[in-house]
């Protein structure tokens, strides 16, 4: 009896209480209006003469009859974001990946796991066109982040991303 319950604790202690489940939601607000934008929030559009380090690129298309694929890529000149988001034609979301890029030399390098995102659309892009598309994007989840220094130890923090999206 006692060496189940040892097994039972070493089994818990390296694979986790529970696992970490990944939350979406994908929300259609027809009108959605993007109000008291700051400086800290980040802004993706499709239109490329706006594009002057002030706002960052957005490609939004659907591949295949029934797959919405959006990619939005800032470069704040020594760093930037990309997410990526894949959503089906139930309007579902099926992946979001996140990713900091860094030109710095020897940086730590990044692993970023996505747990909880939220996207929220102005219109059905499977049943209108993609013209006008605006919305929203909040995600939330874990980096690991591994140094390059030879002692110092690889840690997990908590990160989180806002942003906005507009093809006009």
């Known amino acids: 009896m006692e ?4 097994l039972i604790v070493v089994f ?7 696992e ?3 939350k979406t939601d994908l929300k259609i607000i027809e009108n959605y209006k993007i109000y008291n934008v700051s400086d ?3 802004i ?3 239109n490329d003469l706006d594009i002057k380090n002030a706002f960052g690129k957005l490609n939004i298309f659907i591949k295949k009859p029934n797959l919405l694929i959006i990619k939005c890529t800032y470069n704040r000149g020594y760093g930037g974001e990309i997410v990526y ?3 089906n034609d139930k309007l579902k979301i099926l992946n979001v990946t996140f990713d900091y890029v860094d030109d710095t030399v020897g ?3 990044e692993i970023y796991t996505v747990t909880n995102s939220k996207i929220i659309l102005n219109k059905n892009p499977f049943t209108e066109n993609l013209t006008d598309v605006k919305g929203e994007i909040s995600i939330k989840g874990q980096v ?3 140094p390059t220094g030879m002692f110092e130890f690889s840690r997990n923090e908590k990160f989180s991303f806002f942003g906005y999206f507009i093809c006009e």
């Open 20 to 22: 970490v489940e990944n």
């Open 44 to 46: 993706f559009k499709c």
């Open 107 to 109: 940086g730590d390098k």
């Open 40 to 42: 800290t929030t980040s």
């Open 3 to 6: 060496k189940k319950i040892l």
């Open 85 to 87: 988001v894949e959503i």
């Open 144 to 146: 690991k982040i591994k």
């Open 12 to 18: 818990i202690l390296f694979t986790g209480c529970k």
